[in-house]
């Protein structure tokens, strides 16, 4: 009787524990299915996500890991890359004012 009981405890402790962690997960799972929309909608025109081939501009997997930007050799940060969308430059339009305020994120 009492392992039933222990047994009985380890399962409900188990699945709070995992209900918890599914609703930490939640804001991260909408704001990575927002991002997914922005993409297809915005920059898919321009670049795929899932590949470093070029299309129009380039592929974009891996591109924190490249260390610097390909056209000026710039190095890739948070800060450098959300500038980069926000302004553009000769070859990519400026994206801050098509965007709304926090959709960019890195």
Known sequence: MIVAGFVGLLG?????????ATKTADPNAAAVA???TVFQQKCSV???DNTE???IGP??????KR???SVNGSKITDESLKAWIE???QLMPPF??????????T
């Open 12 to 20: 409900a402790g188990a699945l709070l524990a995992q209900t918890a």
């Open 34 to 36: 927002s991002g997914k």
């Open 46 to 48: 321009c670049h795929y």
């Open 53 to 55: 081939q070029k299309k």
């Open 59 to 64: 592929g974009l997997k891996g591109l924190s």
């Open 67 to 69: 260390g610097t930007f």
């Open 87 to 89: 302004n553009g430059d």
């Open 96 to 105: 801050k004012d098509v965007l709304d305020a926090g959709k960019l994120r």
